[in-house]
């Protein structure tokens, strides 16, 4: 099993940054598909940004685009989400989770078997 632990959540003000960390354990992960979702209060959790494994790409939602960046280290066994320009709708808890079983990534939530206990990103205007 694949252990995840999420940090760098925080409160800032709009247009502030913050870089998310998620350290992984137990398994092996850079052929494996990696992604950053959200919750907040009273909505489903979402898709935020997604890399596949073996080298692959990155693809981004729509609303984070320009702003976001996803990237490995992968001799530290870390995943990372660069957030700029951050915005109060972006408020929310993130979570780190990986697809241990595919290198491809998929959006919908129940695709992921690992989770990390998520980070709190709060931005006020």
């Known amino acids: 099993q694949m252990q995840l632990v999420e940090s760098g959540g925080g409160s800032v003000q709009a247009g502030g940054s913050l870089r998310l960390s998620c350290v992984a354990s137990?398994?092996?992960?850079?052929?494996?598909?990696m992604g950053w979702f959200r919750q907040a209060p009273g909505k489903e959790r979402e898709g935020v940004a997604v890399?596949?494994?073996?080298?692959?790409?990155?693809a981004y939602r729509a609303s984070v685009k320009g702003r976001f960046t996803i990237s490995r280290d992968n001799a530290k066994n870390t995943v990372y989400l660069q957030m700029n320009s951050l915005k109060p709708e972006d408020t929310a808890m993130y979570f780190c989770?990986?697809?241990?079983?595919?290198?491809?990534?998929?959006?919908?939530?129940?695709?992921?078997?690992?989770w990390g206990q998520g980070t709190q990103v709060t931005v006020s205007s």
């Open positions: 890399m596949n494994g073996d080298g692959g790409g990155a």
């Open positions: 137990g398994n092996t992960y850079s052929r494996n598909c």
């Open positions: 989770a990986a697809d241990t079983r595919r290198p491809i990534c998929y959006w919908s939530p129940e695709r992921y078997n690992s």
